[in-house]
Structure formats: C-alpha cells, structure tokens
C-alpha cells in the first residue's frame, strides 16, 4: 500500500460534494484524494500551491549560485560604479 502524504484524506465521491467546504476544513493543509484507499492525487489551495512553487525557484536559483561559484574562470570583476 502506499503511504498517504497527507493529514487529511478524502475518496473522490466526497470531494465532489463540497470541495471548497474540504479545502476550508484542510487550512492550508494537502489534502490526499484517495481511489479504493489509495492516493491518487493531492489537493491544496492556490495560496499553498504558489507558495511551493517559490520555494522551488528559490531552490533552483540556489543550485544555479552553487555551480557559478564553483566555476569561477569565467567571473568578471566590476566595480559598483561599473553598475
């Protein structure tokens, strides 16, 4: 079986009953949508969702950081006045 990621989990006949009343309830929280028990997809509010999305830019901007200060032969010196 697999392992719901989720403290609050529905089965897709509930969902289609009120999902703004599931996605109220949940607060900010995933919410795991389950098909004969088992997950089958996760929903979250928009707020959430942009929320992960930032951070995963944030974490691939970091990597990007990473590999150019590791490669430093191609750095061009520049004063503050240069900007």
Do not use: F
């Amino acid at each position: 079986m697999r392992q719901v990621l989720a403290d609050c989990s529905v089965s897709i006949s509930e969902l289609k009953k009120n999902p703004t009343a599931l996605l109220n309830e949940a607060a900010g929280a995933p919410i795991a949508i389950l098909n004969h028990n088992k997950p089958t997809a996760y929903l979250v509010p928009a707020e959430t969702y942009e929320w992960l999305m930032d951070k995963i830019e944030d974490l691939e901007l970091a990597i990007i950081v990473r590999e150019r200060l590791q490669d430093k032969s191609e750095a061009v010196e520049v004063t503050l006045d240069d900007l």
